[in-house]
């Protein structure tokens, strides 16, 4: 199904000329894909609870306005990190009350302006909690609660594992005297009501995330046994589901995530918490790829390799550790349709000047030639639109697709949106200190 849709996409991309001598890159997000991803999220946590659910998608997954405005269309808000981010959840029209903070490193006007709009905000540390002491001195409407790291543990990528014994992230759980801290600090603290954990990024086994959270329900347990009441209302799990980057295949499925948190952890859905999640890459990874034209091919030490326009600029964590980051390939010819032929080894490389700018090394793929397209799958969240400058190369544009019917008189049965426009070189110059360019004479 998916990948049907992806097929008319991409021969309609061809067809209508979204890769061209000046964009010779395109990225392309399936909005049928976004939005079923999006169901499956809400459906399967309201199979599990019937507690009210916050949805918000972590924005650094995707920061594009026209994607997050697509989501809040489907029920799902924003968790973002940075003044950026913030922005542009207010660009989509993200209400405050659906838009969580988190960062290790908020400054104290950021954590000002969340107070004043009302958007709720994970303390990361005693010293950020000593800053909302005195912001919330006269009251607020946001609901406040510490980010703590369950010390559970890492995964396979750490860059990635936000729980480990030393992460950066949260109030490490384990350290002494760290739990009886944080107790104190809610009995301290009316006005500090939620909990939040995110054990980790892509990588982490889903047995070792149900682990996190269940540790943070347990502390919510002990914070309000020591309270005498219900302080801590809503529990903050985080994000982190893997995306299966090796097939069409979605594992695991967030009804499997679901369900196993109502096993392992059934406390936490009886309806007595509150719920936020803050999904990323596995709501959009899945529904998005770039495509990228093939300007030469050429043997080197007998290796073929396909020169295309699309490398470290969009697939940078996959050219830097390409071990933990491998793509998938699809290869089609010039006018967009998939190719056939005998599997070659060969490398897809990319424009960038230097010799570990490849989407693929040694893939048996059909034979490359100048002028096909090659499409890097599932890279909707974390790749194109987390754009990468180097060599000056532009950020791709985007677009969203719809396969129609054909009965409303779209060419080839696809239609395109624009979601990003591509940067153009006068851009380029712009943001690289253009206008000043006697500035150091
Ligand atoms: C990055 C991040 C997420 C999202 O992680 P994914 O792996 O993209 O789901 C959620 N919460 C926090 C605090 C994060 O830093």
Redesign the pocket.
Known sequence: MTADRRNHAVRAAVEQGLLTEEQPVAALLDIAGIRASAAALRGAFADVTDAPVLHAF?V??APLVPVLALLNDEGIGA?V?SPGELALAQAAGIPADRTVL?SPAKTLAELSEALTLGIAVNADNPQELARLDELTAGGTSSPLGIRVNPQIGGGSIGA?S?ATATSKFGVALRDEGARKTVVRAYLDRPWLTRLHT?SG??GIPLARMVEGVREVYELAQEINAAAGSQQVTTIDI????PVNFDSEETAPTYAEYAALLKEQVPGLLDGRYGLVT?????LLAKNGFFLARVEYTKTSGSRPIAVTHAGVQVATRTVYDPESWPLRIAAYDGQGRPKAGEPVVQDVAGPACFAGDLLAQGRALPLLEQGDVVAALDTG??YFSNHYGYNSLPRVGVHGYAVTDGTDGTDGGVRFSLVRAPQTTAEIVAESGGGLARSLL
């Open positions: 972590a650094k997954a968790e990190a988190d990635l936000t995110h990024s892509q985080g994000g982190g589901l803050e999904f990323g890459r596995s969240a974390y």
